[in-house]
């Protein structure tokens, strides 16, 4: 492989100095032989008119002798003369030119020894230079081949002409394979045409060339390389030379590229998180917060830099949270609650900030990474639970008493044990139905009446779709709302009035009729009201004594307990053919709602 010297600017001064001496003595050589040219046309000129003169004396002589006095004597005497003064002339310059050709051969003779001279002492510069350059060559090509950087020369329209060693160790090319433009066979081919593109931008326009790429190793692999390139300038601003360098960068860009894939499953774990996740340091001082924060809350994310954030905390808990940092780092740990402000909302919600410290190889803390979860619902529900609860416990209360005064009064009705166990196993599972509504209708929904009057229905006779069966009618609106605190006791009342239906009332004989209807009513003062009307006809309830049957727990449940505990404005008639009840208690001011206004 051979390796060109750099010129230096010394060099190109002396060559340019020996050309224009080679120059200004081409010209003197060129206007010597213009003098020499010019001399010997003189010279064959005053031949010319040397041979006229003689020839036009030797007329004249022959005139003379024949004495030929004629005009054609004068003029050839003339024309003599003229000759004559032409030679004359002639020599004169001749004469001239002879004499500045002599000056000029002497001005030549001197300029050739000076030349000659200038040349010598300029050759020897030369022979100077070329050793020190010689040597700084090599000193440059030890150096190039000491660095680990791929290096290469190109000339000024960008054909690389020199490479170091490690160029063709690193890529295995043969010594004469990258000039030109070889070396971008070695780029990857995915690579190659962006390569090539922005060489020939860079060297057509002069500018700096950077771009990163790979470049094939000589097992096939292939590396990546920050390739950087450079214009050398002469005095005149003219690009002369390309040097290049290429700097393996594969390890840290391959390095760097799984810093991006780990920081972005960071950040897509991050922002897939319900939490508000943010980053701190020096005593609680943020450095960056999460998309949701910035969206929650409204705040920028320069709005939420250092102490920012406590802007979007309630006034009156920022203290728990300056609290808490002052101790964090004493107890390696942060932990408060405090209300956040929800834009979406226009109120504060509870929140739940919890953070851990972040510590280099030393165990020194560099940075807390911390989260702020909603408990806002959580501590809605909590309540809610100690709600329900309450409820519970007196709708537990409630049933137990109601089961306490059922079995009191079965038990003082009841003649035997089996009439006792028929008699409260059928009033406890109507106390079961109505459980069972509670439970299905779910926390906060009431229930309607014709759903409880088709539960309590259903126990005794078929009924369809609409409520309607062989023996039994039923009209009214549906999804009028009841309270829960009233629906047991109004089931009771229920359950009685079907049981004694079925046992002496319409529902004990085919010729029977139970017609249930009921209407809402609103007095002056816009209070509901629900009235039921309980018919049954075609059958005689009144025994041979003259007492009508089932007058007993059932009719002291409605024209007692009902008014008592509801506030109900209660009948019980027994007419010529059946039991006519009715029922009149308030309701609440909307159909199927929530509770709101009972346990």
């Known amino acids: 492989m051979t390796r060109q010297p750099p010129p230096s600017s010394a060099q190109n001064k002396l060559v340019d100095e020996v050309e224009q001496l080679r120059i200004s003595l081409e010209s003197a050589l060129d206007e010597n032989a213009r003098l020499v040219v010019e001399r010997d046309q003189l010279r064959t000129r005053a031949q010319q008119i040397a041979a006229e003169l003689q020839a036009a004396n030797a007329a004249l002589s ?22 004559e003064e032409e030679l004359r002339v002639a020599f004169e310059e001749l004469q001239l030119l002879t004499e500045e050709l002599e000056i000029a051969n002497t001005s030549l003779h001197k ?99 950077q771009r990163q790429h790979r470049i094939r190793a000589a097992d096939g692999n292939y590396r990546w390389f920050l390739v950087r390139a ?36 960071f950040r897509t774990l991050i922002e897939g998180m319900p939490q508000l996740v943010w980053r701190a340091v020096d005593g609680g001082k943020w450095t960056w917060s999460s998309p949701q924060w910035r969206q929650y809350t409204g705040q920028s994310e320069d709005e939420s830099l250092g102490l920012g954030w406590l802007d979007a905390v309630l006034p009156e808990d920022r203290h728990l949270a300056q609290a808490a940092w002052a101790n964090a780092y004493d107890h390696g740990s942060l932990e408060f609650e405090a209300r956040i402000f929800h834009a979406d909302e226009a109120r504060h919600r509870h929140f739940r900030t919890r953070a851990l410290p972040v510590r280099d190889v030393e165990g020194r803390i560099v940075e807390w990474l911390g989260t702020s979860t909603d408990v806002d619902d959580l501590l809605q529900l909590q309540k809610r639970q100690d709600v329900l609860v309450q409820e519970l416990q007196h709708r537990t209360r409630n049933l137990m008493a109601v089961v306490h005064a059922v079995t009191t009064r079965t038990i003082k009705e009841a003649t035997t044990l089996d009439e006792f166990r028929k008699c409260i196993d059928d009033r406890l599972q109507a106390l079961a139905r109505v459980q069972g509504l509670l439970s299905r209708r779910g ?85 509901r009201f629900l009235l039921v009307d309980w018919r049954e006809s075609g ?47 308030t309701v609440p001011s909307h159909d199927i709602s929530l509770e709101n206004d009972d346990g």
Request: charged share 25%; aromatic share 6%; proline share 3%.
């Open 62 to 83: 022959r005139e003379k002798e024949e004495e030929a006095q004629d005009v054609e004597l004068k003029k050839t005497a003339a024309r003599q003369n003229e000759a």
């Open 539 to 585: 059958v005689n309830m009144v025994e041979a004594d003259g007492l009508p049957h089932g007058s007993g727990y059932g009719r002291e449940l409605i024209e007692r307990a009902l008014p008592y505990q509801l506030g109900a404005e209660t009948s019980y008639i027994f007419g010529a053919d059946g039991v006519h009840c009715t029922i009149k208690m």
């Open 230 to 265: 450079e214009p050398l300038r002469d005095e005149q601003g003219n690009i002369v030379n390309w040097f290049a360098a290429g700097t393996d960068i594969h390890d840290q860009r391959t390095a760097m590229e799984a810093l991006q894939q780990t920081e972005l499953r």
């Open 111 to 209: 300029t050739n020894q000076e030349l000659d001279a200038r040349v010598e002492k300029r050759t020897r510069q030369l022979r100077d230079i070329n050793r020190r350059l010689q040597s700084t060559e090599a000193s440059f090509a030890t150096v190039a081949d000491l660095v680990p950087d791929l290096l290469w020369r190109a000339d000024g329209t960008g054909a690389a002409s020199w490479f170091n060693q490690r160029w063709f160790a690193f890529t295995g090319q043969d010594p004469s394979e990258p000039f030109g433009l070889g070396w971008l066979d070695a780029v990857h081919p995915l690579d190659r045409t962006g390569s090539r593109s922005s060489w020939a931008l860079a060297t057509e326009n002069g500018s700096a060339y």
């Open 443 to 527: 926390r906060g929904l009431r229930i309607p009446f014709d759903l409880l009057l088709r539960e309590e229905l259903l126990a005794h006779v078929a009924l369809d779709e609409e409520g309607q069966g062989s023996q039994v009618s039923t009209r009214g609106p549906q999804d009028v709302a009841l309270r829960s605190a009233t629906v047991q006791t109004l089931a009771l009342a229920l359950h009685e009035l079907a049981t004694n239906a079925v046992k002496y009332g319409a529902l004990s004989t085919p010729s029977g009729r139970l017609d249930v209807g009921w209407d809402i009513r609103v007095d002056e003062a816009g209070r």
